[in-house]
């Protein structure tokens, strides 16, 4: 079993809908939680970055980390074509050894 | 500023062949790394160096050198090229690896097909 688990998709969704990405990961001392984005054939850039439980809000993105269940959540509102990209979660620990582990990574495509 | 380069952006090689993918950085950052990135498995981490002069193997180093020239340089090698080692290839940067906020920044990749 991956330390982080990631839906590849492809996730499909119309203009304007409440996009909702999701990874579950098995390793109860992550504490450091990354949402990145990838636009095809272009390199990974943060999107943004959590520290252990809560909310966090950056205009239409919210990342959302649930310890207890092990989850956390990317919500896009207002989707845009411009949106339309693969979402990889990152995580790790405060002795980590400098190594992120990711997810699998969701491609997600919004539709005109 | 440039950010992350690399080079070369695509390369074709044979079974056998070998080869260096380089990689440098504008943004004065001691960290540094190379992953590998395949269909359904996300990134995973090759080599990484947490600052020059030294350098560490991550989750995959089977197959593959790295070399820490200088505070900006970081390239890797595949002395013998398989079909295994088909795949894109992205270095990255950070400020220092050790920090809470370590936020990567990536180059564009090296799309290598091994025939």
């Known amino acids: 079993q991956k330390e982080v688990e990631q839906d590849p998709g492809p996730l499909s969704v119309p203009e304007g809908a409440i996009v909702s990405l999701n990874c579950t990961y098995s390793n109860s001392a992550f504490q450091y939680f990354m949402w990145y984005r990838q636009y095809s054939r272009k390199g990974p850039e943060l999107l943004m970055y959590?520290?252990s439980s809560g909310n966090k809000e950056d205009g239409r993105f919210t990342a959302q980390v649930d310890k207890s269940s092990k989850y956390i959540s990317l919500f896009i509102r207002d989707s845009q074509p411009s949106d339309s990209a693969t979402y990889l979660c990152a995580m790790t620990t405060m002795d980590s050894n400098y190594q992120l582990i990711w997810g699998a990574g969701t491609k997600l495509i919004i539709k005109p | 500023n440039a950010g992350v380069t690399q080079t070369p952006k695509f390369q074709v090689l044979k079974t056998g062949q070998s080869m260096t993918l380089q990689c440098a950085q504008d943004?004065?950052?001691?960290?540094m790394y190379w992953y590998r990135q395949d269909p359904g498995m996300g990134l995973r981490l090759i080599y990484y160096?947490?600052?020059?002069?030294?350098?560490d193997k991550g989750e995959v180093p089977n197959g593959y050198n790295v070399s820490r020239l200088n505070k900006r340089e970081f390239s890797l090698r595949l002395e013998s090229a398989a079909p295994s080692q088909t795949s894109v290839y992205f270095c990255?940067?950070?400020?220092?690896?050790?920090?809470?906020?370590?936020?990567?920044?990536f180059g564009p990749g090296t799309r290598l097909t091994v025939l």
């Open positions: 160096s947490a600052s020059e002069g030294t350098t």
């Open positions: 990255a940067s950070s400020v220092a690896g050790h920090l809470i906020y370590n936020e990567q920044f």
């Open positions: 959590t520290y």
């Open positions: 943004m004065n950052h001691n960290s």
